[in-house]
């Protein structure tokens, strides 16, 4: 046989993986063929250099050195979009688009105006009855319930003030290299 019909077999015959009678013939075949033999001392030692895990050390003052490269870098650019412009942007955007669209949607925008100040209106006496079904259950302390609300509401607001300060003064920010953390460290 020629050694093209051999050379695709070495690699199970090294892996120990052929059957035993083509491993016979594969074994006859490399003792007598100079090239075969050549080709499977090969093979042998790219599999050993396969099998022999390597060991990587890191260069001398490794730390150091990337240490002091990233020092020198400039500091990281955080790009904020604050929310507060957003929702303004929002805010006025909607705003000009319904106004926009009052002014020039023709018989719709009027259909649409009816029934806002239909909707109004029945909301005014819906509050209305609201207020005269809380008299009567609560009689003649309704004014003080009345207050006892718009306290809770005042003290909400006002815990809600102190959260969103609380968070802008403790929330976590990046931290800048400067020269002065760079001689301290």
């Known amino acids: 046989m020629r050694c093209s019909s051999f050379e695709p077999l070495l690699d199970d015959f090294i892996?120990?993986?052929l059957?035993?009678?083509k491993?016979?013939?594969?074994?006859?075949?490399?003792e007598r063929c100079q090239h075969c033999r050549g080709l499977l001392e090969e093979l042998r030692v790219i599999d050993a250099l396969l099998l022999t895990p390597r060991q990587l050390e890191p260069v001398a003052n490794f730390t150091f050195k990337t240490m002091a490269e990233v020092r020198s870098m400039p500091p990281p650019h955080v790009h904020r979009t604050p929310a507060l412009r957003v929702v303004l942007a929002y805010l006025v955007f909607a705003w000009v688009a319904i106004a926009a669209w009052l002014v020039l949607g023709g018989e719709s925008s009027r259909a649409t105006l009816a029934f806002?100040?239909?909707a109004a209106m029945q909301d005014g006496a819906?509050?209305?009855?609201l207020a005269h079904a809380a008299a009567r259950v609560f009689g003649v302390a309704t004014p003080d319930v009345g207050v006892a609300m718009i306290a809770v509401l005042i003290f909400d607001l006002l815990l809600a003030a102190v959260v969103l300060a609380v968070h802008a003064v403790m929330r976590p920010r990046p931290r800048r290299w400067t020269q002065s953390s760079?001689?301290?460290s």
């Open 116 to 118: 806002l100040a239909k």
């Open 126 to 129: 819906g509050i209305s009855t």
């Open 19 to 21: 059957p035993p009678l």
């Open 23 to 30: 491993n016979a013939h594969v074994l006859r075949h490399v």
């Open 182 to 184: 760079e001689g301290s």
């Open 15 to 17: 892996d120990g993986t």
